[in-house]
Structures are given as structure tokens and as C-alpha cells.
């Protein structure tokens, strides 16, 4: 009974690989959560994580940022991914 309530509705997230403008506002946001301040992101490093697969999906890339925010540095770099 409770798995045809719950089957009533089917959303599909496509993975993040298939967002990638997504990426960026995406780890923009997880920073702010963690910290409650805006991220920098170096441009070099933006573009490395939009080319990234993230076979993670949104759980590597929180990973990713988690780690960066308990970092204690300013700006996202290439060397944080």
C-alpha cells in the first residue's frame, strides 16, 4: 500500500553531468549554506568543475565544497578540486 502512495508522482533529476550550468550556482549555494558567505571561485577552477563528470553526482561535489569551506581560505582554486 505505501509504495503505491508514494509512486503516484515520478520526478527524473537528470545527473549532474548532464547540468553543468547547474555546477556553479549549485556550489554556490552549498558554500553559503556552510559558511553563510558568498564563495569566490577562481576562473580557471570554474571551468574545471563545469568540465568535471561528477560520477558523485551532488553528493561529490558537496564533498568537494565541504571540504573547501572547512578550509579556511578565500578563494575556490583548482588545487581545492
Known sequence: DLYY???TLMV???PLR???DDVIPL???LHFALTGRDMNIDPDAET???DYNWPGNVRELKSVITR???SGRDTFKVSDL
Request: hydrophobic fraction near 40%.
Open 27 to 29: 556550489a554556490r549555494y
Open 5 to 7: 502512495r508514494l509512486s
Open 18 to 20: 548532464e547540468r553543468r
Open 68 to 70: 573547501f569551506a572547512y
Open 12 to 14: 527524473k533529476i537528470p
Open 48 to 50: 574545471k568543475l563545469m
